[in-house]
């Protein structure tokens, strides 16, 4: 009876082993709605980029964005709502303005508001890297550089000292996640310059949470 018993136990063991072995080996697919949308096209730097999920049901979460308790500050807790007027939005909607640039939309622009470093590791298909510190002066950006990216960039035009903002382009800007000040310093500024709120949208996820559910990156 007691080899029984070890004879079992040691069976139910390796059952256990090979369990989550067996379940990978069989991946179900992983699309990004539910409804089946799969993938989305976008377009990054003139070639087309697929964009999907990672299809591996054993897939784990990205190293770069594992740890949780980064020193706060500088990386503390970003709310919801950022400012009056500021958008927050999701992946999904993120994948929406995407596919609408990709289809002609020039009225939109994603910006990347990470320094080089970490866009290296990857970014968003679709994105243009705007550094925050590029925007903020405190960081040496002066009002000349500021000022032929309102104008280059974003489609804002300067009128006797003002800026107008008529034709100014939908900007959707991200950085590393709901830990990151760097887009959110970018877009207090920009409020600061008068840029209209309802042309600028937060994705507060970012990286993080792109990487985590195992959407496409692409690297300069």
């Known amino acids: 009876m007691g080899i029984q018993k070890t004879l079992a136990g040691a069976l139910v063991a390796a059952a256990m082993t090979i369990a989550p072995f067996a379940a990978h080996a069989e991946n179900k697919p992983v699309d990004i709605t539910f409804g089946g949308k799969s993938t989305a096209q976008v377009m990054h730097k003139g070639k087309m980029v697929t964009i999907q999920r990672v299809q591996d049901n054993g897939n784990s979460v990205d190293a770069s964005f594992a740890k949780t308790s980064r020193p706060c500050p ?20 993120m994948i929406d303005y995407l596919e609408k640039m990709t289809a002609g939309d020039d009225s939109i622009l994603v910006i990347d508001s990470r320094t080089p470093n970490w866009v290296e590791r990857g970014q968003i298909p679709g994105a243009v890297n705007i550094p925050w510190t590029k925007l903020n002066t405190a960081k040496g950006a002066d009002p000349l550089s500021i000022g032929e990216i309102m104008e280059g960039e974003f489609g804002a035009t300067s009128f006797d000292g003002l800026w107008k903002f008529g034709k100014a382009k939908t900007l959707v800007m991200y950085c590393n996640g709901m830990w990151c000040g760097q887009s959110p310093t970018n877009i ?33």
């Open 74 to 93: 500088p990386f503390c807790i970003q709310p919801i709502s950022l400012a009056p007027g500021i958008e927050t939005i999701g992946e999904n909607e």
């Open 188 to 220: 207090k500024a920009l409020l600061d310059f008068g840029y209209p709120a309802h042309k600028i949208k937060w994705y507060r996820g970012g990286m993080q949470n792109w990487a985590n559910l195992g959407l496409t990156t692409v690297k300069p």
